[in-house]
């Protein structure tokens, strides 16, 4: 597909089944989109800028959006995004916006996405500094 410049390949999204309900919060599921990226090293710091600036506040506008994870790798070119949800229905209803999310993140970074998988959180705890 080409749509603006960019040359999209097919993103496959795997889900981890069966999934069900975890214990976090009283009994609701929490979920994670992980997508993995390589990028060109010149332009790693120009990608995490693009998502910091425009994907990470598109995302807060989306219904179940809990925080997420931006992990970068300057020696092998990698990055990962690790969005987090209220709910499974809340994740996939953000499936189609979050594939062009990865297609703008994947451009300014001069990078391809790589893998995009979907799974239950079991546990998450964050210490802020």
Known sequence: MQRLGL??????MRHNVP?????WKGGGGVFARVTQFT???ERLQQGRRAVEDHVVPALGMQDGYGGGLLLGNSESGKMLTVSLWESE???HATDEA????RAFGAEEAGGAVVDVETYEVYRARLKQP
Do not use: G, N, R
């Open 7 to 12: 040359v999209l390949k097919h993103q496959t």
């Open 19 to 23: 999934v069900h309900e975890s214990s």
């Open 39 to 41: 990028v060109s090293l």
């Open 89 to 91: 229905q809340a994740m």
């Open 98 to 101: 979050s594939f062009w999310f």
